[in-house]
């Protein structure tokens, strides 16, 4: 009875942020197919399979799944290679039978050894690209398909701004300003914040279908076109609704090019999956540490789902799952909620939908963008020393000049660099009791920790258990990375408050030197007990 009633609390919470990645979800799941070169539902299946199926199994609470930017080349690639999209299917399966297996065999632990600073430059560097992907919508230029996860994919052609200053529609900019004043009115103004199940995002969609119809109804020049709508497929008979469906071709397997690509299609979901719930953590408010076996498997599932019923491939996705956590969801019960929703309105107000501008939808994902970008980002990192800041811009400036992956990998390099130029031979020791029957456990920190020995100390605090007590000594530490350091702060203000931990922190100093540098890394840990 308790769950249950828990479960409807969970519901009414999140159905707002439910709501606003819907409204984010949608456009994305139709652009993405379409630069997939696939059906243009198959994308919007594999966002409710992403929102249902994986939301339920997944313990992420922030995380949203759906079809990623970050497959578009390889997806569409492999059809044009295969010929048909029955045929591509079959790859979809077995990516998803590959990621239960690196579920299984407990492969989401890597995750554990992506620093911060990446992971920020990561998010940094998706919030530029959102921003600069969107302007064009936002002034009524809808010629690029949404999705595309590098600005520069196609080499920065110059001749592309002269056509977009003179595809700008009127119409567009003004529904775009008006979007963009009640989605920052709604961040603002106390009164309408509280207004939790009329979140901004929906208002500014049905103001934006409102003044567009207003448009059209006085001939207005400023009435926007269908090319600037949403754009989905209206089924008219039961045929149309069988039609929605595309079940796989199995003489797929038979093909060696179907398991190349399944393989490759299993590698980099799971990349991007784990960059993304590490990213998604990180923006959680609670700091609460997603399970990211569990994950995998959820995605493999989720895969085998979508690809047998006529969706692209997967995986947790980083604009989604951002706006999940700016629209103030407390529970995956946001992600379950989205995928309901894109089911129902799919399937019974196609033509409603159809009616939303494109510019409405630009303005939320700007402010999205913004947020994940904002200036106070960087100063973070400058103020943390160039050791920090370093690996961190060229991570931004990687990520929006090449794509995800290449831009983590870079920023990820430096990072090792720079810890190699220091001192990494030194021992870590980790002392500590059997955490299931320790009510008292210690944490002995070496001379110098490292971000690389962020997972092992990450593991133990996750297990501790409610009402138990925990001393970290730092009395020898010389050197800590600001990665282990925020990550201990976490635990002692917020999750030992929560679950009755006291926590006894020994020895810590109020700012740590960046590695073979004079300049101070300025993370202050509280030094009183948490209770």
């Not at 050894?113 to 430059?121: A, L, M, S």
């Not at 730092?474 to 702060?489: N, P």
Request: glycine share 8%; proline share 3%.
């Amino acid at each position: 009875m308790q769950k249950s009633k828990s479960l409807i609390g969970g519901i009414k919470e999140n159905f707002p942020s439910g709501l606003v990645v819907f409204l984010v979800a949608l456009p994305l799941c139709l652009g993405i197919a379409l630069a997939s070169g696939a059906p243009p539902l198959s994308g919007v299946i594999a966002g409710i399979v992403g929102g249902i199926v994986v939301g339920f199994i997944s313990n992420s609470n922030i995380s949203v799944s759906g079809p990623a930017a970050g497959l578009t080349a390889i997806v569409l690639v492999a059809i044009t290679d295969l010929g048909a999209f029955e045929l591509f299917l079959c790859a979809g399966i077995i990516a998803g039978i590959l990621q239960l297996i690196l579920g299984f065999i407990r492969a989401g632990s890597i995750s554990n050894y992506f620093p911060n600073n990446v992971i920020e430059g990561m998010l940094a560097g998706i919030g530029i690209i959102i921003i600069l992907k969107q302007i064009p919508h936002a002034l009524g230029f809808d010629s690029d398909y949404e999705g595309h996860e590098s600005i520069f994919d196609k080499g920065l052609n110059f001749g592309y701004f002269s056509e977009l200053g003179a595809a700008i529609t009127p119409g567009a900019i003004i529904i775009t300003l008006v979007s963009v004043a009640i989605l920052l009115a709604w961040d603002h103004i106390t009164v309408l914040k509280r207004l939790k199940l009329l979140p901004g995002a929906l208002v500014a969609v049905i103001v934006g279908i409102l003044l567009n119809e207003f448009f059209k109804l006085t001939g207005s020049s400023l009435a926007i076109t269908e090319k600037h709508l949403v754009t989905l497929p209206v089924p008219q008979s039961l045929d149309d609704f069988k039609n929605l469906i595309t079940f796989p071709d199995f003489n797929g397997f038979t093909n060696p090019k179907v398991w190349i690509t399944g393989a490759t299609i299993a590698i980099v979901a799971s990349i991007e999956t784990l960059l993304c719930i590490e990213a998604s953590d990180r923006l959680d408010v609670k700091r609460r540490i997603t399970d990211t076996n569990l994950e995998l498997k959820a995605q493999g599932i989720g895969n085998l789902v979508s690809s047998f019923i006529g969706g692209l491939p997967m995986t947790s996705v980083v604009v989604r799952s951002s706006a999940n956590a700016n629209a103030g969801a407390t529970s995956k019960s946001s992600a379950i909620i989205h995928g309901v929703l894109l089911l129902i309105c799919v399937l019974s107000i196609p033509f409603i939908l159809n009616l939303i501008p494109l510019a409405t939808l630009a303005a939320v994902l700007i402010l999205v963008g913004y947020k994940l970008a904002k200036p106070a980002t960087f100063k973070h990192f400058w103020h943390n020393g160039k050791y920090q800041f370093i690996p961190f811009v060229a991570t931004v400036l990687a990520v929006v000049f090449t794509d995800l992956l290449k831009g983590v990998g870079i920023g990820l390099l430096i990072s090792v660099f720079y810890i190699l130029q220091g001192n990494m031979k030194r021992a870590y020791y980790l002392s500590k009791e059997t955490l299931n029957d320790a009510d008292e456990i210690t944490i002995k920190l070496a001379e110098e920790v490292s971000f690389l020995n962020k997972a092992a100390i990450k593991k133990t605090l996750k297990n501790v258990k409610s009402g138990s007590k925990v001393i970290i000594d730092a009395k020898t530490t010389s050197y800590i990375t600001t990665d282990v350091l925020e990550m201990i702060q976490d635990f002692a203000n917020v999750r030992a408050k929560e679950e009755d931990i006291e926590v006894e922190l020994l020895g810590f100093k109020t700012s740590y030197r960046d590695y073979a540098s004079d300049e101070d890394s300025h993370v202050i840990v509280n030094h009183k007990r948490a209770m």
